[in-house]
């Protein structure tokens, strides 16, 4: 019962290049996350969004730009690739409330050459 | 400034003995925490949540507010528990509330 997918396991890309993640959830959350997790740094957040066509930069949103024009599909678009955006991509949903847990994807692992 | 602090980058046991995984949080308001695994070659997962007050997989953790801490505690670690550990703080954000992590904590059960 796969709750949230992401589009790709493993992306190799060239420097400069557009890239796009697309993650969709079938549970009818409200809120979606993007995350960075880096050994060491743990989970950063690039952008959430909590509703239709809204978005929210996060920690580290430099070098990304987000897309979510339906509610059950979140995507993150690397404007032109560069080397220190190699990382595992995470993402996530929630419902809104402060008790409801996130359920993520299984990882999306970007290597930008 | 960094809300949620996990000392331990990486934490060693031999099977049996006990473990406790630090949390220390920063937040003014009535906190709300969580504890997320990451088992290997595994998605990130919920494993348990303050209000919930539960023992999961023989894990607790009990939010001390006068230490801002909310340690995670087994008494006695399997080989299956090793996994990468997640505290996280959720906090009020334009009506809705988001997830703030710590670093994480890698624990390794050795047999």
């Known amino acids: 019962d796969v709750k949230v997918t992401q589009s790709s396991r493993y992306l190799v890309k060239r420097t400069g290049e557009k890239v796009f993640l697309e993650c969709v959830q079938d549970m009818d959350h409200e809120n979606m996350f993007w995350y960075r997790q880096d050994p060491g740094l743990g989970l950063r957040l690039i952008y959430f969004?909590?509703?239709?066509?809204?978005?929210e930069k996060g920690d580290i949103p430099e070098g990304y730009s987000v897309s979510r024009e339906k509610k059950e599909r979140f995507s993150l678009i690397l404007e032109s690739a560069s080397t220190n955006q190699t990382s595992m991509y995470l993402c996530?949903?929630?419902?809104?409330?402060?008790?409801?847990?996130?359920?993520f994807g299984p990882g999306t692992r970007l290597t930008v050459l | 400034a960094q809300r949620v602090t996990q000392p331990e980058k990486l934490l060693s046991v031999f099977k049996g003995a006990p473990v406790e995984l630090k949390c220390n949080y920063s937040?003014?308001?009535?906190?709300?925490l969580f504890w997320y695994v990451q088992y290997s070659r595994q998605r990130l997962q919920l494993l348990l949540r303050?209000?919930s007050r539960e023992s999961i997989k023989g894990f607790t953790a009990d939010l001390n507010k006068g230490e801002t801490s909310f340690h995670l505690k087994k008494p006695f670690a399997q080989e299956e528990d090793s996994a990468m550990y997640y505290c996280?703080?959720?906090?009020?954000?334009?009506?809705?509330?988001?997830?703030?992590f710590g670093r994480g904590t890698s624990l390794i059960v050795h047999p």
């Open positions: 303050h209000i």
């Open positions: 996530a949903s929630s419902g809104t409330s402060v008790y409801n847990e996130q359920f």
């Open positions: 969004s909590y509703d239709v066509k809204m978005k």
């Open positions: 996280a703080l959720a906090l009020p954000s334009g009506g809705s509330y988001i997830p703030t």
């Open positions: 937040y003014s308001g009535s906190p709300e």
